[in-house]
Structures are given as C-alpha cells and as structure tokens.
T-cell receptor, first 111, second 114 residues
C-alpha cells in the first residue's frame, strides 16, 4: 500500500531561523512525484514545492528546499529565514496520479 | 486564470437531506479531483475525472455519493441521505494531466450535518 508518514504533529521555529519538516513514504513505484503543500488556518491548500522522483537534484523554491533521499523514501522540507506568514499546516503528498497525503505538521512561527 | 472555485463555501444540512457541491476547475485543466478532509487530518482521495470520464473512485465513496463532470468542465458531488459522519471539508483540485502532476486546490466546501 502507498502511504505517507509525517511523524511531527507540531513544530515551532523562531522568526528568521531554519526549520526542517520530515516526511517518509512507502511505494513500489519507480516513477512518481512528491509535493509539499501549505494550508494556512481557514485558507486553501497552496503548493509549496515539488520533486520528481527521477531527478537526483533536490528542488528549491526561494526559501524552501527539500532533501530527497529516494532509497530511504524520505522527503523533508527545509524552510530558511522563517517568516510569520509561514505558520500553517504543512502536508507532504505523493502521487503517481491521485494525491496521497500525510497527516500534516502544524508549524508555529514565533517573533 | 481565476483558479479553482467551489460553491457553496459552507453548507449546513439536516441528517437525511441531499446536498450537492459544485467545482469549477482551472480552465483547460483535463483532470479534476475530489478529496475529503476532516479536522486535523490530511485530505483523503474520493474520485477523479479525466475530462468527462470518471477514472477512479475510492472505496471511501459509498453509494450515497455520486460525482459527475458532464461536459468535461465543472463537476458536481452529490451526497444523498446525509449522515453526521459526512461532516467534513470537501476539496476540489485540478491539474493539466499532461506531464505536470501538480494539483491546484479550491477553497473547499465545509459541510456540517446536524
């Protein structure tokens, strides 16, 4: 079965600091995509970053970067220079077609 | 490009009533997905369409649930004889379906069954 696990229900970080959110997944597929989505309180899901499994290079989008370890089936998100607006639920998701989500990590950012 | 829209945003209904939600995807997106999200959980897949064809339905989708995408554009999700356990946020997402796998989400419809 394809599953996504986020083992950190909550994380906190001070403004301007760096935080890493963890995600592991299980699949027998060789070709797939991984995503991190952000869901602010009472607001819609926003795509943060994506990673194609066939690419060895880790994806980067401004302050957001991933550490993709295919053999270990690990896909962590690093947020650098954290801002108050980064506070949200973060969901890791896997897809060959439909999205399979983890249970989420709630990120709090303190000034 | 106005993004994915969903209507209504909120729906309160009594147990046993039927409800219908609408989703308008990003124009020219071929794929349309429905997910359900309960409080504190990640979204769970319900069903998806490639144009007007419904390609997959989750086992979570009981026979009280039906979804359509009649002209390959907007989609509707109907729940018949609602139960309190149906209370959730119903999310719609769309993707181009042509080599890009990102899904873009609408704001959701929050259903409360009393």
């Amino acid at each position: 079965a394809q599953t996504v696990t986020q083992s950190q229900p909550e994380m906190s970080v001070q403004e301007a600091e760096t935080v890493t959110l963890s995600c592991t997944y299980d699949t027998s597929e060789s070709d797939y995509y991984l995503f991190w989505y952000k869901q602010p309180p009472s607001r819609q899901m926003i795509l943060v970053i994506r990673q194609e499994a066939y690419k060895q290079q880790n994806a980067t989008e401004n302050r957001f970067s991933v550490n993709f370890q295919k053999a270990a089936k690990s896909f962590s998100l690093k947020i650098s220079d954290s801002q108050l607006g980064d506070a949200a639920m973060y969901f890791c998701a896997y897809t060959p077609d439909k999205l399979i989500f983890g249970t989420g990590t709630r990120l709090q950012v303190f000034p | 490009d106005t993004g994915v829209s969903q209507n209504p945003r909120h729906k309160i209904t009594k147990r046993g009533q039927n409800v219908t939600f609408r989703c308008d995807p990003i124009s020219e997106h071929n794929r349309l997905y429905w997910y359900r999200q309960t409080l504190g959980q990640g979204p769970e897949f319900l069903t998806y369409f490639q144009n007007e064809a419904q390609l997959e339905k989750s086992r979570l989708l009981s026979d009280r649930f039906s979804a359509e995408r009649p002209k390959g554009s907007f989609s509707t999700l109907e729940i018949q004889r609602t139960e309190q356990g149906d209370s959730a946020m119903y999310l719609c997402a769309s993707s181009s379906g042509t080599g890009e796998y990102e899904q873009y989400f609408g704001p959701g419809t929050r259903l409360t069954v009393t």
